[in-house]
């Protein structure tokens, strides 16, 4: 079983797509912090433009609980704002009119109740709590080219 997360209009073939909102493809309407699966039967998550929309006094948590749901040698995809790439874009920022698409960056597109960015990544501090939350295998991360991480990580 493979879980898309917060899918909203991105459903994706061969996932229960899980959304907490209530849209077309969504197979699952539920909180992305409290997931209504078995631990251990969970092959794949990903969570994509999702971990931001947690508070970041939950993020340890909301780690901790994916990962619980991941079978033994179950994968993790993470794709996350990445505060290093935003300071690095902003810091780039020759025209006055880009500002707002950085600030939409840190604070989200707020277009609904649930869009609003409450955390940010630093890749070594998700590295720590993915290992705190029982990932033991490898823990891959790259950079998009965006002002994303993509992270990749066995239970």
Not at 66 to 73: A, G, Q, Y
Not at 95 to 112: N, P, R
């Given at each position: 079983?493979?879980?898309?997360?917060?899918?909203?209009?991105?459903?994706?073939?061969?996932?229960?797509?899980?959304?907490?909102r209530c849209l077309p493809g969504v197979d699952v309407v539920a909180?992305?912090?409290?997931?209504?699966?078995?631990?251990?039967?969970?092959?794949?998550?990903?969570?994509?433009?999702i971990y931001e929309h947690i508070s970041h006094l939950k993020s340890?948590?909301?780690?901790?609980?994916?990962?619980?749901?991941?079978?033994?040698?179950?994968?993790l995809f993470i794709q996350t704002p990445c505060i290093n790439k935003i300071v690095e874009y902003f810091?780039?920022?020759?025209?006055?009119?880009?500002?707002?698409?950085?600030?939409?960056?840190?604070?989200?597109?707020?277009?609904?109740l649930e869009n609003y960015h409450k955390t940010i990544c630093y890749p070594g501090l998700m590295d720590y709590y993915l290992r705190e939350a029982g990932i033991r295998g490898n823990i891959e991360f790259r950079f998009d080219g965006t002002i994303n991480v993509l992270f990749r990580a066995y239970k």
């Open positions: 079983m493979n879980l898309n997360l917060g899918c909203g209009n991105e459903v994706r073939e061969g996932y229960i797509n899980v959304d907490i909180d992305v912090s409290n997931l209504p699966f078995r631990d251990n039967s969970i092959n794949e998550i990903r969570a994509v433009d340890q948590e909301l780690l901790s609980h994916w990962v619980s749901k991941l079978r033994d040698k179950g994968r810091s780039s920022i020759k025209d006055l009119g880009m500002v707002e698409t950085v600030i939409a960056c840190i604070f989200g597109g707020q277009s609904y």
